[in-house]
């Protein structure tokens, strides 16, 4: 039998009628020589699949450990934790967000390799956050490495992007590491240039990268679209350019969590 082992290390197979036992792709091949034919080695399917998941695995540890680096700007709480497909509950109003949050995640290395990433649009409340959250965690358990975070978090006072343009480039660059970026609550921030400008310099580098993006905001297409500041016109451009809308529409499932929680306080207060 030759093992891919083999094949990699140079071992030339005997004869042009050599196949593989597993995937039966023969292991030879002729090549015309200016001293006449030759007969090569070359490494068959099953061998380039295998050395290629190889490849790809080194890769995705490299990339965890320098997404790591960056766990302390993440929104991984409880909560988040928390949100996940089986504790979705589907109704009228997001069936089809919900429909697509599922597609996303199982579709993900065919939207990674197209550079489409999602961008979930709604009232406060109606459970963007929660599908962004369900996607990351599906993508999490399969090791896939990414961010979850939040523009306030991010741009707010102290904060990474407040320090030098040369450690935010260093940020950015290690921020491109990680697979899939997802951005909460953006233009919940601060109405300034400066803050502007840091947002741009977010969604700018991973534009550029050409690396997914999912992202959750308040603000409605239209409103992306007729922006009239010139420097959150470019963020909202480069993000429609790249993601998908989706809008997710309904009441808000934290008013009614609030509401379910106030009455059962008041049984067991007043009785």
Not at 63 to 75: I, M, N
Not at 134 to 143: H, R
Not at 226 to 246: A, F, G, I, T
């Amino acid at each position: 039998m030759i093992h891919a082992a083999d094949m990699l290390n140079g071992i030339l197979p005997e004869g042009l009628d050599t196949v593989c036992p597993e995937c039966g792709e023969r292991l030879g091949m002729e090549i015309k020589t200016p001293w006449g034919p030759r007969l090569v080695k070359r490494a068959c399917r099953c061998v380039r699949e295998r050395y290629q998941a190889e490849v790809d695995d080194r890769q995705r540890r490299a990339d965890q450990a320098r997404v790591d680096e960056l766990f302390k700007y993440s929104l991984v709480s409880e909560r988040f934790r928390e949100s996940t497909f089986s504790r979705a509950t589907e109704t009228q109003d997001n069936a089809r967000a919900l429909k697509i949050a599922r597609r996303y995640a199982e579709k993900f290395e065919e939207m990674r390799a197209m550079n489409r990433g999602l961008i979930f649009t709604g009232p406060p409340g109606t459970g963007k956050t929660f599908l962004a959250a369900c996607i990351a965690n599906e993508l999490l358990a399969q090791g896939v490495p990414l961010i979850v975070t939040s523009i306030l978090r991010l741009t707010a006072a102290g904060g990474p992007f407040s320090q030098s343009a040369d450690a935010i480039r260093e940020l950015t660059t290690r921020m491109n590491h990680a697979r899939l970026l997802v951005l909460d609550d953006l233009g919940t921030e601060r109405d300034s240039e400066y803050k502007a400008e840091q947002v741009f310099e977010i969604i700018d580098s991973r534009y550029s990268a050409r690396k997914p993006m999912i992202i959750t905001t308040n603000l409605s297409i239209q409103e992306m679209r007729n922006e009239q500041s010139m420097r959150k016109r470019r963020v909202y451009d480069r993000l429609l350019e790249v993601c998908y809308p989706v809008q997710v529409d309904g009441s808000s499932w934290r008013i009614a969590e609030a509401a379910n929680s106030y009455e059962a306080t008041q049984r067991i207060l007043e009785g």
